[in-house]
């Protein structure tokens, strides 16, 4: 892992500790990170546009259902922020 994306997730975690109404952070290096202090529904990836057009058929009430996890799955180690 470079110190560039090291610095990227670090501002990352930071921008998403001030706003945690966000679900997704946008890095300087046009990187999208899932904000980890969001305190709120899913939502889907701000370029998914698959998600987008099944939200815009079905409704996000029906994506949030089927995108919700069964079960809280551990954290892989490159989702831990330190």
Do not use: Q
Request: glycine fraction near 4%; charge should be negative; hydrophobic fraction near 35%.
């Amino acid at each position: 892992m470079s110190f560039e994306s090291l610095a990227d997730r670090d501002y990352a975690l930071e921008a998403g500790r001030v706003r945690t109404d966000c679900a997704w952070v946008l890095s300087d290096r046009d990187v999208w990170y899932p904000n980890p202090f969001y305190v709120g529904l899913r939502v889907p990836h701000p370029e998914d546009d698959s998600a987008h057009d099944y939200v815009r058929e079905h409704g996000i009430d029906a994506w949030r259902d089927l995108t919700a996890p069964k079960t809280v799955p551990p954290l892989e180690e490159w989702e831990i922020p330190y």
